[in-house]
């Protein structure tokens, strides 16, 4: 306004001050209307009061994720994935003391203890509002296993000895024969006794890391 040095802005039971031809209203509730006065002032003189009112407009929620799902990748780590929230401007990863804030769909955790069950929450976040938690588990992979090399010798009419180089990352071996287990050693061989004479016989030997992982 010509010739003014300040402005006057009403609203409520408040005056505010200011030199800038532009004030900001804040901590109004939403959807609800009101009306501000201003007047330009200039030493002790002040023009009359010009009213303007406005509506705020309603309150964006943001909604929980969907579709959260933990993916163990390897031994060490695992991928989160969800699908895209409504109005959520971002996400926070919980897991242990960690936050992480996101603004994709998708988060791989890292430095995991192997075949260790771990377990996630997800919150879409606008602003200051966040959803409730939404979680999901998942279990790191375990070592990789090879199938053993096994050597069977018919030692007498009644005995057979299964043998075997020793496999990385087993725990034990189970021998079977046919489909029936007859054994569960840690000794990389094993003899087979009470066998009838002159007869063929079929072994399996599978290398066990835990009740997940059997070659």
Known sequence: ???????????????????????????????????????????EQETEKVEACAKTTEEIIPVAPTNVVATATSTSEIVLTWSEATNALSYNVYYGDTVVNVTETTYTVSGLELYT?????????????????VTACARTLDLTIAAPVVTAEATSATEIVL?????????????????????????????????????DYSFTVRAVRNAQAET
């Open 1 to 43: 306004v010509t010739n003014a040095f300040s402005y006057n802005v009403y609203y409520g039971d408040t005056v505010v001050n200011v030199t800038s031809t532009t004030y900001t209203v804040e901590g109004l509730d939403d959807n609800t209307e009101y009306c501000f006065e201003v007047s330009a002032l200039r030493n």
């Open 117 to 133: 069950d771990y377990c996630f929450d997800v919150t879409s976040v606008r602003e200051e509002k966040e959803t409730e938690k």
């Open 163 to 199: 043998t075997w180089e020793a496999v990385e990352n087993a725990m034990c071996y189970v021998i079977y024969q046919g489909e029936d287990s007859i054994a569960n050693i840690t000794e990389t061989t094993f003899t087979v006794e009470g066998l009838d004479p002159y007869t």
